[in-house]
């Protein structure tokens, strides 16, 4: 029997969620829970249940599987901070794989972890907790990515890299090998990143580099 869960969130991220549980084999979804001012009261046929409050009914219903169907564009402190928050009132944040991601046996994953269609994770790549690894992105091998990093669609990243904390890889950048791209740093779309970056810091353009 699939073990029923729920997801907070009621967008666009939640939608690709949503795909990936009717194709699981683990999991059947119960519910979405959304904003008390959600515009909509349905996503992709779920009734969206309207506020908060129902995160404990549904635990105290014994539900406490939970996926965060929400992203980060521009940063992942609200990722966080719900993340932070459902741990810390005992709900158990599932992994999410598409089946059609190709992840070797020999990576190791946090909790949390969402990995969409088309992904490609190399040998010995370790994943921290909340981390988004968007459609069609690949990770080369012995790379460690932190906790609450999101990798956006068709995102390339070299071997041996290091992504701190926090970091945001935007569309289609790449990052070479052997580098480390700081705590909450921000990768822009279509960056080329050939050296270090420090954390908190922005960088555009090929090669990147912080925006004067």
């Known amino acids: 029997m699939k073990k029923p869960m729920l997801i907070i969130g009621a967008g666009g991220h939640a939608k690709i969620l949503i795909d990936i549980i009717q194709k699981s084999d683990e999991y059947s979804l119960k519910a979405v829970i959304g904003k008390e001012n959600e515009e909509h009261n349905e996503l992709m046929g779920y009734k969206i249940y309207k506020g908060d409050k129902y ?9 406490t599987s939970i996926a965060i ?42 909790d949390g972890v969402v990995i969409f269609a088309g992904v ?65 740093a921000l990768v822009a779309s279509g960056a080329m990143v050939v050296n270090d970056i ?3 810091t922005t960088v555009y353009g090929v090669p990147a580099k912080p925006k004067q």
């Open 120 to 184: 490609i994770i190399n040998p010995e790549v370790i994943i921290g907790n909340n981390v988004v690894i968007a459609t069609g992105a690949t990770i080369d091998h012995e790379t460690i990515v932190e906790d609450h990093v999101l990798i956006s669609a068709g995102v390339t990243v070299g071997a041996g890299d290091i992504i701190k904390e926090g970091a945001l890889l935007a569309l289609g950048s790449k990052i070479i090998s052997r580098v480390t791209i700081g705590e909450n």
């Open 55 to 63: 995160l404990s009914e549904f635990k105290d219903a014994g539900i």
């Open 198 to 200: 420090a954390k908190n």
């Open 69 to 110: 169907g929400i992203g980060g564009y521009t940063n992942n402190e609200k990722r966080k901070a719900i993340y932070c928050k459902l741990k810390s009132t005992g709900f158990e944040i599932v992994n999410l794989i598409d089946p059609s991601s190709v992840v070797s046996a020999s990576v190791k994953l946090g």
